[in-house]
């Protein structure tokens, strides 16, 4: 189980973009609006594994599109500080109980059986994803309300690929 990072120079808007792309057609599918917010401003590179990174991203925007039925999903990109990236994944679907809201991160757990009836999954993706942010020195949290949906947000410090290259 050993997980290694391999640091690079990534564009950030295209990083989420190739997530979000192939996202989108389940997205339609489902009559759900997909929103990708990047904070005007931002460096346009980093320096980070942008390979652990889109799949951080891939399994909270997958998750997120499983467990909505309708309404939207929304990817926010800020930076708080320096360089503190802050993602967050935030739908309008079934929601977590608040006694569950720790569990989520746990391997093999999901929330209840009529939903894992309903919605097929391993129960792993959260547990790695969790893992991944530790590895990178990122924090990763949720906010939800059941029957409201929920937000899913990691941070990771990553430094900036060049100082000077601003997105519009
Ligand atoms: P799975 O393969 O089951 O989706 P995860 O580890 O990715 O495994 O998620 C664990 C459980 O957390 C899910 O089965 C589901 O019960 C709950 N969950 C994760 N993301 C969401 C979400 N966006 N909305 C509601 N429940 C979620």
């Given at each position: 189980?050993?997980?290694?990072?391999?640091?690079?120079?990534?564009?950030?808007?295209?990083?989420?973009?190739?997530?979000?792309t192939?996202?989108?057609?389940?997205?339609?599918?489902?009559?759900?609006?997909?929103?990708?917010?990047?904070?005007?401003?931002?460096?346009?590179?980093f320096?980070?594994?942008?390979?652990?990174?889109?799949?951080?991203?891939?399994?909270?925007?997958?998750?997120?599109?499983?467990?909505?039925?309708?309404?939207h999903?929304?990817?926010?990109v800020?930076?708080?500080?320096?360089?503190?990236?802050?993602?967050?994944?935030?739908?309008?679907?079934?929601?977590?109980?608040?006694?569950?809201?720790?569990?989520?991160?746990?391997k093999?757990?999901?929330?209840?059986?009529?939903?894992?009836?309903?919605?097929?999954?391993?129960?792993?993706?959260?547990?790695?994803t969790?893992r991944?942010?530790?590895?990178?020195?990122?924090?990763?949290?949720?906010?939800?309300?059941?029957?409201?949906?929920?937000?899913?947000?990691?941070?990771?410090?990553?430094?900036?690929?060049?100082?000077?290259?601003?997105?519009?």
């Amino acid at each position: 189980g050993q997980l290694v990072l391999d640091p690079a120079p990534f564009n950030l808007t295209e990083a989420i973009e190739d997530v979000a792309t192939p996202v989108s057609t389940r997205a339609k599918e489902k009559d759900l609006e997909l929103i990708v917010r990047v904070e005007p401003g931002l460096p346009r590179s980093f320096v980070g594994d942008v390979g652990r990174i889109r799949q951080i991203i891939t399994n909270l925007l997958g998750n997120a599109v499983k467990f909505t039925d309708s309404g939207h999903v929304l990817v926010n990109v800020t930076l708080d500080g320096g360089n503190m990236l802050r993602f967050s994944v935030t739908d309008t679907g079934i929601g977590i109980p608040a006694d569950k809201l720790k569990l989520v991160f746990e391997k093999f757990s999901q929330v209840d059986a009529s939903s894992t009836r309903r919605h097929e999954g391993t129960g792993l993706g959260l547990a790695i994803t969790s893992r991944l942010v530790d590895l990178m020195g990122g924090e990763i949290g949720v906010e939800s309300e059941e029957g409201k949906g929920s937000t899913f947000w990691f941070t990771v410090s990553l430094p900036v690929a060049d100082e000077f290259e601003r997105e519009q």
